[in-house]
């Protein structure tokens, strides 16, 4: 029996790399290959239609938009680095990697799984280039990558949980691609950061990325493999609000904390 922390990629990445190009570099899950192999040069198509079909693909113009098509040109030959290391956004910035303990940097390398637009899903320790691709984009003739990718990577995801928990971190965008009806023998366990006010609960935005990264960091350090561990977690500016709701056999447990203002 296994565990699984599920964590979103970042849009920031990390520049540089050592590690040899991706297409023969060694990784978690080679049976994805192909289907990497589709999306990207799915991708690439929809790229040679011009620059506005490609900010749209990508989500970004200008400058960001150049820095992309160069990393698209350069993909299949650029150095990697691991995962935990090429994510550098807020959720990775706070978790940060590089100082947890012994400990917790084996459960990361054992226990964290990315899904994402254009690798499906990877482990921490997988060498990735620098790429942009959201997961919620659509590409001709795939379709949203979240549905393209779901029956592909679920299984895959069981897989390395066997009859454990998955500890489910994803924004919306992301969790679309996990299919919790695949899931078995594996428990879905998704743990929700949410805003409080006046008008009642909402999902904690960009403003809440960090403190989920804070999160996924007292997850790790505490081995926290099931819903009554996390559920006992202190952690900085979050309160617990509700825990374990499950609706019944395979349907996913959920804990919720609220994120403090300010």
Do not use: C, N
């Not at 303990?101 to 499906?120: E, N």
């Amino acid at each position: 029996m296994a565990t699984v922390l599920l964590l979103p990629p970042s849009e920031g990445k990390a520049p540089g790399g050592r590690g040899p190009a991706w297409p023969s570099a060694a990784t978690a899950f080679p049976a994805l290959a192909a289907d990497r192999a589709r999306v990207r040069d799915a991708v690439r198509v929809a790229l040679a239609e011009g620059e506005a079909a490609a900010g749209r693909l990508l989500g970004v113009r200008g400058p960001h938009l150049a820095r992309a098509f160069a990393e698209w040109d350069e993909l299949d030959d650029a150095p990697t680095m691991a995962a935990a290391s090429r994510y550098a956004g807020v959720v990775w910035g706070a978790l940060d990697p590089a100082t947890l303990t012994p400990a917790a940097r084996r459960r990361l390398r054992a226990w964290v799984l990315v899904p994402s637009g254009l690798w499906g899903v990877s482990a921490a320790t997988d060498p990735l280039p620098a790429y942009r691709l959201k997961m919620a984009a659509r590409v001709p003739p795939l379709g949203g990558l979240a549905a393209f990718w779901r029956p592909r990577i679920t299984p895959v995801i069981a897989a390395r949980a066997g009859a454990g928990w998955v500890i489910d971190l994803l924004p919306g965008e992301h969790a679309a691609a996990i299919d919790p009806d695949l899931l078995a023998p594996a428990r879905l366990l998704r743990v929700e950061i949410v805003d409080g006010g006046p008008d009642g609960r909402r999902a904690a935005g960009h403003d809440g990325k960090a403190v989920k990264g804070r999160l996924a960091r007292a997850i790790l350090e505490a081995g926290a493999r099931d819903p009554a561990s996390i559920a006992r977690l202190d952690v900085e500016g979050l309160t617990l609000d509700a825990s374990l709701r499950s609706s019944g056999r395979g349907r996913p447990a959920r804990i919720v904390f609220t994120r403090a203002p300010g």
